[in-house]
């Protein structure tokens, strides 16, 4: 992994009979998504929806992390922005505005659409934490499956001083219930394996224990296992399902959530730029890490 | 049991004070519904409704199974029909479409409607397994109890290339959860009674465990006991309760639900007698008929 | 404690850093609030909401019981009116309205409101039971935190033939779920600490064990120590979270559940004004309190 | 017209360039239809919606009436039924309640899914008054034109005892606001065509006057005149349109209204097979024929 | 009329046939209506609907006005309060709470609760001019007729300092549409009878023209004909309907909307009081009433 | 008006008393707008909804039309982009995909929450036809008043290949009825100022008639008459207002309504994005401004 740096080598797109697969491919970068990286993620579950030969998309990850979020360089851009134009605050301003508005509206309410309103089942693996936007992605699968009590989901919006992503403002609610939301997302306390177990907003966990956690190596390959084992269970569960009975039931469950989800989508987007505008979840990006983010968040 | 084969005897009703009990009595036949089974289910129900005398209506069956289900008896005879009528296709499907447009929809949205517009409380003994549109009418009562981890819920529409039923579309997902109800209802995996208790869609389960499960005649009588066991902690509990103010909140927590579980009803229905139509799920009952169906589904 | 019994010693308001705290200070009484208890609560609750210095309003108790629901002196009020107006049945049925109607519709509209539209993280501390009125304002809370397993909710409505009071026939609904809702609702059954930790309605409990439980003193000191534990992890806490954040994300999950809120808030004040006005819950009220009421509800 | 008098002659079906039209083509009988007559409409719905040609289903009549609702000879049956079986009191019951159950739910609840859920512009083409069931199917489409003042909407259910069919409870409402809804539903007023333009129900009214009203022939020839003029109106419209924007854009005017649609839909077929059973509304039926109900109703 | 001014005799309530009337019986006050009056309006909405004779509830008035609105009696006793108690503001503040808190709120949300969920046909008989909270519930009936152009409706909410009441943030949105409502609502604008015909919301203008509008003995009886011309009508459209229908039909009907309606009345009643807190509207009542309020509102 | 060519001169802003003023002030162009108007438009509507001096936002424009829609200019960008890149398909579809997910999706989306999400009185000042985004955000204001019979409104998003934009699917529903919806959306035809104005979507017409329309002076001054005129008035309406309870009035309504508005509009940008994606739209801008575009929308 790694040297071709390219888009399709930092998500993967394959299809084994009933099932494309999805996988988040840079496990040294715990999977951080870039900007691109996220639409190129919505291309992608398009391209799966598209897809006539499929009924399941089964997106799952590598190493240690499903994902840690955002990637942080973006961040950098904006200092350096700030360092480059010391003199002239208008501009930066409207540089500022510019890039936020024409990058992170578009991007958030595209991702969360193109998983709101796929038509195919949507199993989650996580192999790992998943934190941030990408976490979002997980609460709006259908099927959530994880590898061990390593798991967690973490949404720091209230952390960085911006609104929730991804509509998680409705899906968390939907699914871990009203008080454990309300820690999750006003508190931006971790949700645990276990709770995510009980709660029922994990299907089944793996109890796939990497004995040493430090060994890079072992938990690559467990991972790849945790992932072999659900494709190979999922590709039997699948294969005397009617496909179209799929697609019509699903249909009929989210004709119940559809309209909040998507109500959610745009009021976020919207919010969340403007709390961007401010310039305070950037100093606050900045300020955490100076302090080795890794473990705080 | 059952020398007397008429609906009265097949579903009995009885009324012990304030209780008004429904009991599927096919213990042999594992309790399997035919479309007039189901039907007068739906009267007793509505005659269970209009009695001033009671309060709960407790719904329990017999022997191994709570319900398996449809009775198969049904594909028999399209079968015959098309064997009839080898030379005349659209007879056929004329007959086919007369059999499922004048008794699946009535049937199935009246049976429906008469669950979810119920005012008194609806008390589901799982005694056992239950399947199908039979399971459907748990997911549609209000206070449910089970015997002992042999229990499971199946909704196998999917496998059999059919839509939901009795409004599964809303009432799984208001009471297990986005992810359970996409496996059970995507992937027509039975949810057992473990989960149900720890998502507390069962509100309690008694434990009361077989010893020597083969043994027909023990299962019976440990049903039996589990029937008498609720029945008394029902009659209990409901004495000293005012059966105005139980109509009154029961009509104050249904009016935040019951406009999804009558939509649900209607899209069903139609979508439902549509898969009929095109032949589908019949061949899939053959299918699964010739291959031992009771221990594959 | 105790000896100046004014208001604002029978409820105790202090800010601590960023949290609002609201106290129930009548131990000996376990906490059972008058009239004017749930009122000056309410306007606790939007004192609390105006205070710009604060992100939390934490409400917690004393002693054994959170709250035991309504105080009963109302009642003997009601019984030495029909004494006194023994020959004037008319007069004894105007003031019984205007009590009800004048004290009863606002005090619980108001209150339910002041909850359901507050502003912050409303976190509540489970010291022990709560009943009625006062258990409802516990499930109209964001956060709850439990102290160890004597703990239970109860919501007698049918019991003493009222219907439900402070929005729950939506709230329960949302957060223990539809079976467990119905239990509670329906039956007037008690739901204890490890289902409410199991379901996720207390976000956590800090098992800390009363030894000897018939010792207030223990209970007392306990009760302060769980208090002050979770006073501690909150401020920390919230130490590094945005205010601003907190706000809108709030708003944010409120937006998908406050029509039913208030909804429901307006049909129950009205349908519970017309039960009292028919005699029934009083004479209840008296039956139980003859038969020795803190056991039984 | 007239001779050969199977369904395919009394309901036509013709593809004209992008629209598909349904002509109702009994003028002598006023286009009064039967059960079979609703259930054959509602496959050419279907029929039409799946044929990949077309972007308009144009629903047209002939003569004086667009359609006088349901066709009496089925209460004639259910008279005779009475006669025949004059001493089986259990029998009639039996074979009433069949013959509503398996015809009246399953037509009722088909042929309005099969408007609410029609993918293509629905034009009704008014040349004369609607009455009960036909006048519902008009409510559910999505363009109306009239051809003069002599067009009027009647919904007579609460006269003959029945309740609302075709989700009247809901699309009267959306369509002709509150007040007249409540007129015409709950007075079971006629609402005329001066009202029906001015609410903005007709799209537009053509004005074409029968000067000599009792002529036939004078009123047949100036119906097809009518139809022709919609027809080759909506060609040129349909003509530069894009029907994938049409399709998509129903999708998102509907999606604000379909649960309500829906959910109606259950409840009156039920409702109404619940009337039935009762005998009122056949009674009333008998009562009004014989009193020349052309002119009651 | 008026030697005896019990409310009773300010209200008048009489049965004819089928039909339940409510009568507003002071023609010299314009019908200007006190709490208590409100509240007893409240009442006899309850015994009409309790009636088991009548299907419909006829609201009508006498004289010139329909209701003026609120009497402003309560002002003067607001004012003479600030008068006495001079030195003492926390008391006057006191008083001014417990009133509103007392008075207002369970008036308000009980008479909008007897409307909203009334089980009647509603008919209100605009003879003239509706304000304010009568206003309001002329908004919440069902079918409405009006006597002549000088009708209009005014909600001066805006003017006065208040928020609106009687759920029309919701009733007009429903019936008037969004732009008409918003000038009604926010901008304070009398909607005048000619667009309460064009707009649907009035059912039928009667234009019964009163030449010498001075005169009050002319005003007072051609309202009288006006009451007595919609009672023959009604009472001949009643004799041939269901009663079991219409309740049902209405049921259906108001299915779709009563979540919004119970959702206002809650909302509405508390944001009202805190608006009479903050003594805004007080001071405004008594500055119109010193500039000739009549001619202002 | 003119020469300086600068955002802050195309769209005009300023404040007299309460009111804010927003004016199109391009009339040579019949105020056409290109992407960044509609993004600066959306920026003064934040501007004057943060402005704590004025309770109106007032919109109104110059000259002959209100907006003639989308400007052109765009579309001869992406000619220009075709032929500069002839022979790298995938650059041009790279590079179009960029431009419309970018550019596109934010802009609506924003402009149109600015509009859905505004505290202010949102006037509109109809001096004649708008079009296409510039309309949708004449149905997203609170108050329409017109000029006179020459304005129309008119959404060609099927004649373009589109979808709604600027949650029409939802407000035009809202505000027009279903009927006339359905012809405006699906076969793009104009409403005309009659039809408006009956439907009470134009508040009102002020029928001001420019007798000599080709005369560009006299239409430019009429049309400030015509704002003129407004601006006094609503400035008089609105010196007795109270500001806060216009306020907390407009919140109140709109909660009715929000949650729809919200999910159109995250519907809508995607599904929109999604059409520029395939070309269609583009080429039919082009074919359309080849066939003089101006007579024909």
Redesign the interface.
């Known amino acids: 992994m790694g040297q071709n740096n390219s888009l399709s080598n930092r998500i993967l797109y394959q299809v084994k009979g009933k099932i494309s697969i999805i996988t988040l491919n840079q496990p040294d970068k715990l999977n951080a998504l870039g900007g691109d990286d996220y ?1 190129y993620l919505a291309k992608l579950m398009e391209k799966s929806n598209k897809d006539p030969s499929t009924v399941i998309t089964l997106i799952n990850s590598s190493g240690r992390y499903f994902s840690s979020g955002a990637d942080y360089k973006f961040i950098k851009k904006y200092h350096e922005l700030i360092n480059d134009k010391k003199n002239d605050e208008k501009e930066i301003e409207r540089q500022n505005d510019r890039f936020w ?3 992170f ?2 991007r958030n ?2 991702l ?2 193109c998983f709101i ?1 796929h038509g195919k ?1 949507i199993v989650a693996c996580l192999n790992g934490p998943a934190i941030g936007l990408s976490a979002a992605m997980v609460a709006l699968s ?3 499956y994880s590898k061990n009590d390593d798991t967690f989901l973490l949404y720091p ?8 992503e991804g509509s998680t ?2 899906s968390l ?11 999750a ?5 971790p949700i645990y394996n276990k ?1 995510l177990v ?6 089944k966990c793996y109890n796939m224990d990497d004995y040493n956690k430090k060994d890079q190596v072992e938990v690559n390959k467990s991972t790849e296992k945790f992932n072999e084992l659900i494709l190979n269970e999922l590709s039997d ?2 294969k ?3 496909g ?3 697609k ?3 249909k ?2 989210n ?6 989800y ?10 969340g ?1 403007k ?1 961007w505008l401010t310039g ?1 979840p950037q100093r ?1 990006f900045i300020n955490l890490a100076n302090k080795n983010i890794k473990h705080k968040l």
Chains 1, 2, 3, 4, 5, 6 share one sequence.
């Open positions: 639409t508005f024409n990058d509206i578009p309410s595209y969360t659409d309103n089942i259908d099927i959530i919006f209230t952390k960085i001083g911006l609104v929730t403002s409705y609610l939907l699914r871990l219930g009203l008080s454990r939301t309300n820690e997302l006003l508190l931006s306390k709770d009980s709660c029922g907003f994990v299907n569960s699948v005397f399902l009617n179209d009975s799929i019509d039931i699903k009929l469950i004709s119940n959530i559809r309209l909040y998507n109500s959610a989508n745009s009021k976020e987007v919207i919010q730029y709390k305070v606050q």
